[in-house]
T-cell receptor
Framework: GAVVSQHPSWVICKSGTSVKIECRSL??????MFWYRQFPKQSLMLMAT?????????EQGVEKDKFLINHASLTLSTLTVTSAHPEDSSFYIC????????????FGPGTRLTVL | AQTVTQSQPEMSVQEAETVTLSCTYD???????LFWYKQPPSRQMILVIR????KQQNATENRFSVNFQKAAKSFSLKISDSQLGDTAMYFC?????????????WGAGTKLIIKP
């Protein structure tokens, strides 16, 4: 149990376009999901916390108008990178929080974004 | 504020050997969770093991076990009979309990290489 999918696994886009990444918890409901960015050989950097039915909470320094997050259901959160630029190229990872006897974040496989 | 420190940027051992990865943390909280996650070259973040601070017994998962020293704020991971598939980045993480936002505080990671 506790499987999280992320789609697409990789995407290449032109500068100025928008890209949407989906994160789904497949076998549990997640009221809270997280979006991270990971630079090469570094740890995860939290971008925002996504709560079902409410606005996302962004970390300091993350542009909320550039990284739009929507958590429309208990199993789906989306991250849209708007007007992407080459500096947005990175590895984006989502996680879903499973509460209960074992409060734990479970992670999607990540999305490699390349902006040309 | 909580911090997590992994002092070993990289380690390498021979296959079948035992290896211990170090993690220390700083917190004033009395209740919390500690985690070890593994990120292999595929970059999928995988939960290895989880420890609840109120439990004195060290968590074990097959070949993986922890040495949790609450007073010393130490949480090391021992991998027994290491296998080539254990090659990965290993991240130590902390979460408050009860968690108001379920966020994880991450260490910088340790790159573990298992040599044949």
């Amino acid at each position: 149990g506790a499987v999280v999918s992320q789609h697409p696994s990789w995407v290449i886009c032109k500068s100025g376009t928008s890209v949407k990444i989906e994160c789904r918890s497949l076998d549990f409901q997640a009221t809270t999901m997280f979006w991270y960015r990971q630079f090469p050989k570094q740890s995860l950097m939290l971008m925002a916390t996504s709560n079902e039915g409410s606005k996302a909470t962004y970390e300091q320094g993350v542009e909320k108008d550039k990284f739009l997050i929507n958590h429309a259901s208990l199993t789906l959160s989306t991250l849209t990178v708007t007007s992407a630029h080459p500096e947005d190229s990175s590895f984006y990872i989502c996680s879903a929080f499973r509460s209960g006897r074992a409060d734990t974040q479970y992670f999607g496989p990540g999305t490699r974004l390349t902006v040309l | 504020a909580q911090t997590v420190t992994q002092s070993q940027p990289e380690m390498s051992v021979q296959e079948a050997e035992t290896v211990t990865l170090s993690c220390t943390y700083d917190t004033s909280e009395s209740n919390y969770y500690l985690f070890w996650y593994k990120q292999p070259p595929s970059r999928q973040m995988i939960l290895v093991i989880r420890q609840e601070a109120y439990k004195q017994q060290n968590a074990t998962e097959n070949r993986f076990s922890v040495n949790f020293q609450k007073a010393a704020k130490s949480f090391s991971l021992k991998i027994s009979d290491s296998q080539l598939g254990d090659t990965a980045m290993y991240f130590c993480a902390f979460m408050k309990q009860p968690a108001s936002n379920y966020q994880l505080i991450w260490g910088a990671g340790t790159k573990l290489i298992i040599k044949p």
